[in-house]
């Protein structure tokens, strides 16, 4: 347990307080984590469509979509949340793609139970009006994450690819206010914007919300841009003077866990759900253990936890930092046609089930050497930075666009 850590965690999990059910739900997670040093399930994350109505010329959601499949229904996604409520589960965090366009949300809603449950909603908000975010508050969603990546209007509206976007932005955050919504600002933090990053924590700060900070991945549209990489010079900014000065405003999902310290909760307090039924321990982690069509979430979840990644409880974001991780499973497979990736087909690290248990696959080469030699090896691989310019509804509309660095 890590004080700093376990303050920070407290401080943004307040809207808890105002949704009794789900509080006695987390403490009951919290006693058993710290106190009987058990492994419980605290999240899950839905991506629920791979459509957009924006163009973030950092998604890795055009990789979702998979000719043939049906993407889970309102009822099957009871289901799960009923079994993931045994494990431990008190909240949901929806996603796409862009979750408010699908029709069906509302039914999505409801069988997540937010009577008892916390129910977050990640949007884009292009879609929303005042009276849509009211109908969303009385279905139960409890937070939104509105999506924003500059304080400058037309830098933000620039990587979102959506004309106008901050300004509805601006305007979904006074609705959430005026209809009691907690609201943060969901925003990406990449080697090259730290600047711009700080601006939205300011403007954050100076409307009294939060900031839900994600770290770049490299995949989707950004899988050519290994320059932007967070590097252990961004690490040791990020733990130190970033998390010092913006800790009333920032929160990354590694440093509010129910363990109170500063970790990667992957494939153990988190698991995320594909628009197919397939689990993954993150929404940006792209590694599949098995589909919750063919297998219990308990399985699954028993795979999870004995995953050597995940049981080690890194203090890097497993994916967005140089791991041994992102190395072996995400780096050998970085332009993969489609997520996520199963890793019982991983092309160079296929895991296999023997009597029921997973049976890892031994480590590559690559992983031996140290973290300075591979990161110079990997530019100098990937030097021709690109965007590539995935359509938001087709994985095979690979094009490659201009970037341009933001400061």
């Not at 307080?17 to 919290?30: E, Y």
């Not at 629920?48 to 996604?77: M, Q, R, W």
């Not at 989707?220 to 252990?232: A, F, I, M, P, V």
């Not at 039924?277 to 979840?301: Q, Y």
Request: glycine share 6%; net charge negative; with cysteine.
């Amino acid at each position: 347990m890590e004080l700093r850590a376990l303050r920070h965690t407290l401080h943004h999990s307040r809207f808890l307080f105002k949704h009794p059910r789900a509080l006695v739900r987390a403490g009951i997670g919290l006693f058993r984590t710290m106190v009987l040093k058990q492994t419980r399930l605290r999240v899950v994350e839905w991506v629920i469509n791979y459509e957009c109505d924006s163009h973030c010329v950092f998604c890795y959601a055009t990789k979702y979509n998979e000719d043939g499949k049906k993407p889970l229904s309102p009822a099957e996604i009871g289901k799960i949340w009923l079994d993931a409520e045994k494990e431990g589960a008190f909240l949901s965090i929806i996603l796409g793609g862009e979750p408010t366009i699908r029709p069906d949300l509302d039914e999505i809603i409801k069988a997540m139970h937010p009577e008892r449950n916390i129910i977050v909603l990640v949007t884009n908000s292009l879609s929303l009006t005042r009276d849509r975010v009211f109908e969303l508050k009385k279905l139960g969603v409890a937070v939104f994450h509105c999506s924003l990546d500059g304080a400058d209007p037309e830098l933000n509206d620039k990587n979102r690819g959506a004309p106008g976007h901050f300004n509805q932005v601006m305007k979904v955050v006074q609705w959430c206010k005026e209809a009691g919504i907690d609201v943060y600002f969901s925003s990406m933090l990449s080697h090259s914007n730290r600047k711009e990053f700080i601006k939205v924590l300011e403007l954050a700060r100076s409307l009294d919300i939060g900031v839900s900070g994600a770290l770049v991945v490299t995949q989707g549209r950004y899988e050519e841009t290994w320059d932007e990489r967070l590097t252990e010079e961004d690490r040791t900014w990020i733990f130190g003077d970033l998390l010092k000065e913006y800790s009333d405003v920032l929160r990354f999902d590694w440093n509010t866990n129910l363990t109170g310290a500063y970790e990667c909760p992957a494939g153990r307090e988190k698991v995320s759900v594909s628009l197919y039924g397939e689990i993954m321990s993150c929404v940006a982690n792209h590694l599949g253990f098995g589909s919750l069509r063919d297998e219990s979430l308990s399985t699954i979840l028993r795979r999870t936890n004995e995953f050597t990644h995940f049981q080690d409880k890194n203090p890097k974001c497993l994916i967005s930092f140089d791991t041994e991780y992102r190395r072996k499973y995400m780096d050998a497979a970085y332009d993969a046609e489609s997520l996520p990736l199963d890793i019982f087909k991983h092309p160079s690290s296929p895991a296999k089930l023997v009597d029921g248990k997973m049976v890892e696959a031994t480590s590559p080469p690559e992983l031996e050497l140290d973290e300075e030699t591979y990161y110079k090896k990997s530019l100098e691989e990937h030097a021709d930075a690109k965007v590539i310019d995935y359509a938001s509804n087709s994985r095979y509309s690979r094009k490659e666009i201009e970037r341009e660095k933001v400061g």
